[in-house]
């Protein structure tokens, strides 16, 4: 099974809310990764982690917050969103560090209002 | 700074022809090079890895190849078909000493095979 999983597939939220995005894998994999893709564009990285430790951010905006609780699970907590973050948020996985195939989840469509 | 760069922006062919996606990377220092299809508003789907010391990989009608000195890729698709229209995004894992797995990607090449 190579599945990455997301939700919500969309979301439409105020610049004022509170919402998080949620991607799951059971591979086994210790690597993941958020990426941001705006529309005609390739995906951008955002944060990484690897063995439940955040190890890069791509120098982020404090409105995004990710959060590893275990080893399947990474949230993206969003917070005082603008509406130029309206984008596709994509999750991938791999097996861990040294190399090896990401595998990547459907996306959540996000819309800021 | 590293790059990857993705020639042609563009591509129509009609169903049938075989045809070349070419991807091209400023640093030879890499882990290894990733090929993906991005079908409109959805996620990325693998194509193909191929590792930094491989030269090519094949998986059905499609074959990648590695020219590190060179710093080229260039994916061949066999026999195109209309299913095959997509995005098709190159990406380079460089080698950054961390091995986090960083993807840099080229900016893709959307592709048309009409019946």
């Known amino acids: 099974d190579t599945e990455v999983t997301q939700t919500p597939k969309h979301l439409v939220m105020g610049m004022t809310n509170k919402k998080s995005l949620k991607c799951e894998q059971h591979m086994g994999h210790r690597a993941m990764y958020w990426y941001k893709q705006k529309a005609k564009k390739p995906p951008e990285l955002m944060f990484v982690y690897s063995y439940e430790k955040l190890s890069i951010n791509e120098s982020v905006p404090s409105r995004f917050s990710p959060e590893c609780p275990n080893s399947s699970l990474l949230n993206l907590h969003l917070h005082a969103l603008q509406p130029e973050d309206s984008a596709l948020y994509l999750c991938?996985?791999?097996?861990?560090?040294?190399?090896?195939?990401?595998?990547f989840g459907p996306g959540t469509r996000l819309t800021v209002l | 700074k590293q790059e990857v760069t993705q020639i042609p922006a563009a591509l129509s062919v009609p169903e049938g022809e075989n045809l070349v996606l070419n991807c091209s990377f400023t640093?030879?220092?890499?882990?290894?090079l990733q090929w993906f299809r991005q079908d409109p508003g959805k996620g990325l789907t693998s194509l193909l890895l191929?590792?930094?010391?491989?030269r090519e990989q094949t998986s059905g009608r499609l074959n990648a190849s590695l020219d590190k000195s060179s710093g080229r890729s260039t994916l061949y698709i066999a026999a195109s078909q209309p299913g095959d229209s997509a995005t098709y995004l190159c990406a380079v894992d460089f080698d950054g000493g961390t091995s986090y797995g960083k993807l840099t990607f080229g900016q893709g090449t959307i592709l048309t095979v009409h019946p």
């Open positions: 191929i590792q930094s010391s491989q």
């Open positions: 640093d030879s220092a890499i882990y290894n």
């Open positions: 991938a996985s791999r097996l861990g560090q040294g190399g090896g195939e990401q595998f």
